[in-house]
């Protein structure tokens, strides 16, 4: 089940998201008339970039947030190209076949990687693409390190007893694998690095607790969401030298086969 989020605090925060978002984008050539899905809209602002390079097409934007897909419907109120739905990626429904699957952003948060891709292979047409970006192998791994010494300090110990992570950085070489055994072909995986800088602790504190510590936060109570994000912030920027996240970011590209 997804969690919610704060789609006000993202729509003012993801500029790191919607800069990459951009550039995958960039490298995605189209006739412009296409069907396509966006896996893991957010509040739209990608999806808005992906509307530019489709001037005769359609998108479905996706999201299992019920705050996110309010906060698409409004920005997308009145244009019929694009439809909005909250539904949850690993039971992704369509009601015709796309001819691309795009998504940023989203894909680490969602640990069955085989399933999702047999989602998506599913929802798409013999031969439509998938162009993908997500967190991957490594992916903000001093803030991991920060976060769990936070977690383990006897002011939080108690509220993470028995903790999972629920993100997922999958590498390259396994990507690639799980795509293809799912049937896609002409498949591209790779990993770059990227760095988002914040103007301040403080930004790196809400930046922290809106899209980053989510499932932390929801162990905590109200009373200890800012004071938790504010001890990884300070951590983090302690590590960094500044108030930094050192990303990892997963590409992929991919061609659905033939049904």
């Known amino acids: 089940m997804a969690r919610e989020w704060n789609a006000v605090e993202y729509e003012d925060l993801s500029s790191p998201q919607t800069r990459w978002g951009a550039e995958v984008l960039s490298r995605v050539d189209l006739r412009g008339d296409e069907a396509a899905l966006d896996a893991g809209c957010g509040t739209g602002r990608v999806t808005e970039l992906l509307l530019e390079k489709l001037p005769l097409g359609t998108v479905l934007a996706v999201d299992g947030s019920a705050a996110m897909v309010e906060a698409a419907k409004n920005r997308f109120a009145g244009d019929s190209r694009v439809r909005v739905e909250q539904q949850d990626l690993l039971e992704l429904r369509v009601e015709e076949p796309v001819d691309l699957v795009f998504s940023t952003a989203t894909f680490h948060w969602i640990k069955d990687h085989e399933r999702l891709f047999g989602r998506i292979a599913q929802s798409l047409k013999p031969g439509g693409r998938l162009v993908a970006q997500c967190g991957g192998e490594g992916n903000i791994s001093r803030a991991t390190q920060a976060t769990h010494e936070v977690m383990d300090e006897e002011r939080f110990r108690p509220y993470f007893e028995g903790w999972t992570d629920d993100k997922h950085y999958a590498s390259a070489e396994d990507t690639k694998r799980r795509l293809e055994e799912t049937g896609f072909g002409d498949v591209e995986a790779w990993l770059h690095d990227e760095r988002a800088e914040f103007g ?56 659905r086969g033939a049904a």
Request: glycine fraction near 10%; proline fraction near 5%; aromatic fraction near 6%.
């Open 200 to 255: 301040s602790e403080e930004e790196l504190t809400r930046f922290l607790g809106t899209v980053v510590l989510g499932g932390h936060l929801l162990r905590l109570p109200e009373e200890e969401h800012e004071p938790f994000a504010a001890a990884v912030a300070a951590k983090i920027t302690e590590v960094e030298g500044g108030p930094i996240l050192g990303y990892v970011r997963l590409n992929m590209q991919a061609t």
